[in-house]
Nanobody, 115 residues
């Protein structure tokens, strides 16, 4: 069983930063690819960033150079450092893991970027 709990969202002004956390339970976290997705109001959920068990990362073009995904295997946690935030980054951010063909999602954390 995999459980994912996100935290760290909030209201910030354009240009500011936030760090999201995803605490994961379940076996084999160290080798799991972990992902962040986001869903803006009225839009589909879209990929933001991923990190493999070996630390390889991948980013959506819209966040490259501004967001950084990293992990702490000792604490079963994956992070999303978000810098230079823009109003278009406003969304609910979800942590995700696929294990044995099943998709696991957290409850999401709201990020609002507004002046």
């Amino acid at each position: 069983q995999v459980q994912l709990v996100e935290s760290g969202g909030g209201l910030v002004q354009p240009g500011e930063s936030l760090r999201l956390s995803c605490a994961a339970s379940g076996s084999n976290f160290m080798i799991a690819t972990m992902n962040w997705f986001r869903q803006a109001p009225g839009k589909q959920r879209v990929f933001v960033a991923s990190i493999t068990g070996s630390g390889s990362t991948n980013y959506a073009d819209s966040v490259k150079g501004r967001f950084t995904i990293y992990r702490d295997n000792a604490n079963n946690t994956v992070y999303l450092q978000m810098d230079s935030l823009r109003p278009e980054d406003t969304a609910v951010y979800f942590c995700h893991r696929n294990r044995f063909g099943l998709n696991y999602w957290g409850q999401g954390t709201q990020v609002t970027v507004s002046s």
